[in-house]
Nanobody, 125 residues
Framework: QLQLVESGGGLVQPGGSLRLSCAAS????????IGWFRQAPGKEHEGVSC????????YYANSMKGRFTISRDNAKNTVYLQMNNLKPEDTGVYYC??????????????????WGHGTRVTVSA
């Protein structure tokens, strides 16, 4: 069964950058679309981005366009989320998740079956 582990979170100042990683085990990422979600304190999961496996298409929530970049390295069984120009409102726990299949569904929590445990991102001066 596919297992996902996130890493790369931490404390960063506003305007800074972080790169998150989502590493897979138990199965190869090839064949799975991978999405990133985040959950701010007291709020529900929010879709961030998704990258398909079938054709590498990428999708972003509007507030992340131009600041976040999702990419994948199937040889390393890893998906990345490069986050630039971070803002305090980007603070939260970031999760990677996989739906059933190689295409990205909507960035909705219920569309994704496999979830990692998250990595915390704090954007603060």
């Amino acid at each position: 069964q596919l297992q996902l582990v996130e890493s790369g979170g931490g404390l960063v100042q506003p305007g800074g950058s972080l790169r998150l990683s989502c590493a897979a085990s138990g199965s190869t990422l090839d064949g799975y679309a991978i999405g990133w979600f985040r959950q701010a304190p007291g709020k529900e999961h929010e879709g961030v981005s998704c990258i398909s496996s079938s054709d590498g298409d990428t999708y972003y929530a509007n507030s992340m366009k131009g600041r976040f970049t999702i990419s994948r390295d199937n040889a390393k069984n890893t998906v990345y989320l490069q986050m630039n120009n971070l803002k305090p409102e980007d603070t939260g726990v970031y999760y990677c998740a996989a739906p059933y299949g190689s295409d990205c569904p909507r960035l909705e929590f219920y569309e994704y079956l496999y979830w990692g445990h998250g990595t915390r991102v704090t954007v603060s001066a």
